[in-house]
């Protein structure tokens, strides 16, 4: 099946510090790609969309400035957690499918991002 | 407002012993999910079920798919130790997958 890397699958950082985490297609292209966060034993809660070459469109209650996501190529989706807090720790999963609405969706390894 | 309903969300059974849950959803979707997730891991793919009345089964995980009812079981045979684990239905009324609560299931002796 196809994969999806992410990048780093842990990280701690600081307060106040920005964190960048990666999300790769590695065998195919992908226009879309989703951006989930998901809490100690909740499910997984949808923050974004990520559409190549144009802007991500982002759920409600998700904060557009402080979850920043670039699409720069159809295999790359970059989710940046800007001026990090400790209730931003949380493990964010990245999903991308292969095309159009009718593939399946294939899932990232996840990030475990602690903010100290 | 979308809702995607998991039951039950926790699970503790017997090894050898049989259990459905059910997943329940309140859209129209043509297709349903079923994913399993260890500890501090991603989803792993168990089933994508694309029609009303599919029935699909990996070794003693058996998914089917009711559009008509909007649900989905997912049945286990036999219960083993390894099938410990966290289970989410997901459909997809748009282009990204809303998910179920999950299932946390325990397996015990």
């Known amino acids: 099946g196809a994969v999806v890397s992410q990048h780093p699958s842990r990280v701690i950082c600081k307060s106040g510090t920005s964190v960048k985490i990666e999300c790769r297609s590695l065998?195919?292209?992908?226009?879309?790609m989703f951006w989930y966060r998901q809490f100690p034993k909740k499910s997984l809660m949808l923050m974004a969309t990520?559409?190549?070459?144009?802007?991500?469109?982002?759920e409600q209650g998700v904060e557009k400035d402080k979850f920043l996501i670039n699409h720069a190529s159809l295999t790359l989706s970059t989710l940046t957690v800007t001026s990090a807090h400790p209730e931003d720790s949380s493990f964010y999963i990245c999903?991308?499918?292969?095309?159009?609405?009718?593939?399946?969706?294939?899932f990232g390894q996840g990030t475990r991002l602690t903010v100290v | 407002e979308l809702k995607v309903e998991q039951n039950p969300l926790f699970l503790s059974m017997q090894e050898g012993k049989n259990y459905t849950i059910y997943c329940n959803y309140s859209?129209?979707?043509?297709?349903l999910y079923w994913y399993r997730q260890d500890p501090g891991k991603s989803l792993e793919s168990l089933f994508v079920l694309l029609s009303n009345g599919a029935v699909k089964q990996e070794g003693r995980l058996m998914a089917s798919l009711d559009t008509k009812a909007r649900l989905s079981t997912l049945h286990i045979t036999a219960a083993v130790h390894d099938l410990s684990a966290t289970y989410f239905c997901?459909?997809?009324?748009?282009?990204?997958?809303?998910f179920g609560k999950g299932t946390s299931l325990l397996v015990t002796p």
């Open positions: 065998d195919f292209q992908a226009t879309t």
């Open positions: 999903s991308a499918r292969r095309g159009s609405l009718n593939t399946e969706a294939f």
């Open positions: 859209t129209t979707s043509d297709r």
């Open positions: 997901a459909v997809e009324p748009g282009y990204a997958l809303n």
């Open positions: 990520s559409n190549e070459g144009s802007k991500a469109t982002y």
